[in-house]
């Protein structure tokens, strides 16, 4: 008999979040690892004001041709000669009108080719809701990916849903762009969603081939309450199926899945100038040597001043290390839980940068119909059991939509303080969130019932990241203070800014030779400090 739900058990870090580089025993037999980025591509921001002429100028000397300009944020997206990156980048970086250049870098999603089960309990029908324990969590049997057995769950290990939904379902006028690999607009649980199919990539399809963005979007905002399939968190919110991760090597179902910079920066971009509210992106990488990518920031900032919630997966890495676009100080940065309210055994955490944890283990979602071998237009469709950060994060961007929807004409800033200021800092268990995340796993129903959200935790983040240039070594500091008191920055044990306002600051350093800085957060005229981070060279 065939059943129209697909089970992927997880396989190691496999599926569901961009890894920072493709190793050889990750990959599918016979598939050849993925460069770091582009051999022909790079991203330049040219200083405002910059004369046409003289950018004109520039392209010439490097032999470059422009494919797409972000004018918001004066950067060029460009193709040079094939295998001079980073000599192109030099080049350009020597040219006192740009403020920087940088490769277009790869993400990979990577797909497990083995373990999966397409078997469900029987007699429950079309209706999935009930193992939707993120969701609401009864102690109810569910499937588990490690065991392949039925496992009970823990009593309120989840983040209130139908409680919510007696206050918010959203509605059709608020759209979560989905930054992913497509989405299958056609599938039963996403019929009337798509407001729109854009690709970004260079793939020749709009369509969902590796089944990513398909699953994410049915966590974000299936068709609710129709009698078939999942429930969406967000309900009635419409979703925007924006596709900026390619497959990789083939359109071959399912092989891997790569998310370049420039279309993620194209994405963003589309999502802040076309009335999306939230925008959702589960897929990222840990900073290498021109990471985080400034042409993704600057993207970050503009759709951040446009108004958009924005969210993004934390990371598959079981560490603290810092996951780009998630570690963005405009983005709610979010971790995984299991339905015993621990944390996730493959998720990253960290409470400086990781804002939030929600449900991300062993999530039932709508996949691509090739998925499980039947006809694109099932009445049933294709479900699928997956793990991963990639799916906690939907679980906030369709919690983002009700929010906006309850409380009206409230900014972004006011919808996210909404999301992480009312999050269980407790879990099920008893356990501290807090250890794990900065704010806690979100409380759906605590979100919409919160007129005035109370004040966040003390926090200050502080990132440094460094990148080479032809022999010379840039770094630039930033540090978002967003708690009150009187703090200073201190470089070397020099005060550098004393007392800053809350925001985003960076620290720019040129210089060549060795040696390192040290930079702390620390209460004026004290010796309490926090988040130290060495920048060497």
Known sequence: MRRAIFLAPLVGACLLFAQPHAHAGDLPAGVTPPPRFAPDQLLVAFRPGT?????????????????????????????????????????????????????NFHRPLILPTEGRDPMLPTGLGTEYLALQWGLNNTGQPLYDSASGAN????????????????????????????????????????????????????????????GHGTHVAGIAAANTNNGKGTAGV???????SLKVC?????????????????????????AANNGYRVANMSYGSDPDPYSPSQAEADAIKYAWSKGVVLVAAAG????????????F????????????????????????????????????SAYPNAGCGIPADDPEGCYNWLSGT????????????????????????????????????????????????????????????????PPPPASITLTATGYKVKGQQKADLQWTVTTAGTMSI???????????????????????????????????????????????F
């Open 151 to 210: 496992v009970t769950g823990t009593l309120d290990a989840d983040i209130d849903a139908p409680e919510a939904w007696d206050l918010s379902r959203s509605n059709d006028s608020i759209k979560i762009a989905i930054l992913d690999s497509g989405v299958e607009c056609t599938h039963v649980d996403l019929l009337g969603k798509c407001v729109e199919q854009q690709n970004f990539t260079d793939s020749t399809t709009t369509a969902d081939v590796i």
């Open 316 to 327: 598959n890495d079981y560490a603290s290390t810092r996951h780009y676009p998630a570690a």
């Open 329 to 364: 100080p405009e983005v709610i940065s979010v971790a995984a839980t299991d339905r015993h309210d621990n944390l996730a055994y493959f998720s990253s955490f960290g409470s400086s940068w990781v804002s939030v944890a929600a449900p991300g283990h062993d999530i039932l």
């Open 234 to 240: 967000g309900w009635n919110a419409k979703i925007g």
């Open 51 to 103: 004369p046409g002429a003289d950018i004109a100028q520039a392209h010439a000397a490097a032999g470059a041709q422009v494919i797409r300009r972000f004018d918001a944020i004066g950067v060029h997206f460009l193709r040079i000669p094939s295998g001079a990156v980073e000599a192109t980048a030099a080049l350009y970086e020597r040219n006192p009108n740009v403020r920087y250049a940088e490769p």
């Open 246 to 270: 390619h497959e990789w090597p083939s359109e071959s179902f399912p092989l891997l899945g790569m998310c370049d910079v420039a279309d993620s920066v194209a994405g963003l971009m589309h």
């Open 490 to 536: 201190l470089r070397n044990g020099a005060v550098i800014v004393n007392e800053p306002n809350d925001g985003t600051y960076t620290d720019p350093i040129n210089r060549t030779g060795g040696g390192s800085y040290t930079y702390k957060v620390c209460e004026t005229g004290t010796a309490t400090c926090s988040n130290e981070a060495v920048v060497a």
């Open 390 to 453: 990639s799916m906690a994060s939907p679980h906030v961007a369709g919690l983002a939509a009700l929010v906006l929807t309850r409380y009206g004409n409230i900014t972004n800033t006011q919808a996210r303080a909404h999301i992480e200021n009312t999050a269980n800092a407790q879990g099920a268990l008893g356990q501290n969130f807090r250890a794990w995340v900065r704010y806690g796993r979100i409380n759906a129903h605590l979100a919409l019932t919160a007129d005035n959200p």
